[in-house]
């Protein structure tokens, strides 16, 4: 059966990215790869609005997260951790496995990140080289305004600034030249709408200078050897880099670029967030300015999330469950491709029929959520 996915991970990519992976290999030490290479940099400046170049690794997300980890932190580092769900506590859970010394703070699963809440930690922990934040956290939906988490902290003696960007970047705005980040990890799989398998890295200025005064224990993760090859005229992998991934990287940053394309994850979050809850469901993230453009969780207050997530897979619809303590209490619904009124009408109504004994008007929450995507 063809199942109509909505995991946060892999997305659904378009034909025209599948195809382009499906190209005959070309050499990587060549002038062909060279440009592959060159263009896809050129785009993801652009996204990034950063002159600054990305270092990919064939990994996946949780690779970019120890390549940060290991560049930038070890016995001799304090880290601030702020952590709201599964993901905060893995980017915490990696570096502690470097011997950093960590300064955890905790947000309960489904809100936000304030800025207060940071430059508090940062206040209390002058001694602090690094602060690692989430600003998708995909395991509850909670979206973290960086910009204004950045903006609230003291400008002198600022720790490095590491953020987990791999459910954010592609699907909604992430700036990190712009707003002070200083290394930002991602993955092809989520809002870069490429197959998994490409770990992609970020630095600032601060942060190059920075790693090329430590030592890393990590030979295949080292950032500064990979900045030798990167930053080349003609730019190179240290490495065999997955050459097919690379094809549908460059086809898949061209979709990202489309005129609207953040306002429109905002656009369909919102409907499918009004339809969620005219069904009766309750959306985890309460507060409004902290929902993700890229995935909503939500659960039923019957307490049969589990049983409706069940029979949703039984009719062909695949999301995501809670995971951690959320476990068998969430359903994840992910929307970072291009999710239109035909998208969402095919999640609501699968909902609607995965509900069984349907509570709710049907008429209802199509309507309401039919008036949200148009409003
Ligand atoms: C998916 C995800 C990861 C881990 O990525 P993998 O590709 O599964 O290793 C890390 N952080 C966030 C926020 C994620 O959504």
Known sequence: MNRYLMTPGPVPVSAEVSLASARP????????????????????SRLLKSGGKTVIFPASGTGSLESLAVNFTGPDTKVISVSCGVFGDRFREITAFTGAHM????????????????AEAVLKNPDASVLLLTQNETSTGVF????????ALPRNNRPLILVDGVSSVGAMPCYPEEWGIDGLATASQKGLLTPPGLALVWLSERAWDAASKRRCNNYYFDLTRQKKD???????????????LYFALDAALDEISA???????????????AGIESLGFELLVRDEKFRSPGVTAFSHPSGETSAIAKRLKAIGVEPAGGQGKLKGKLIRMSHYHDVRWPEI?????????????????????????????EA
Do not use: C
């Open 25 to 44: 290999l070309i050499g990587h030490r060549g002038h062909d790869f060279s440009e592959l290479f060159s263009r896809i940099e050129a785009k993801m």
């Open 103 to 118: 300064a955890n703070v905790d947000v309960e699963p489904g809100e936000g990140v304030t800025p207060e809440t940071v």
């Open 144 to 151: 973290n305004r960086i910009d204004e988490i950045i903006s």
């Open 230 to 244: 990167l930053y080349k005229e003609a730019p190179e992998n240290p490495y065999t880099p997955p050459v097919s």
């Open 259 to 273: 005129e609207g394309w953040f306002e429109q994850h905002i656009r369909a979050a919102r409907s499918l967030a």
């Open 345 to 373: 009408s095919l999640a609501l109504g699968s909902l609607y029929a995965a509900l069984g004994d349907a509570r709710g008007d049907a008429g209802d929450f199509m309507r309401r959520a039919f008036e949200t995507w």
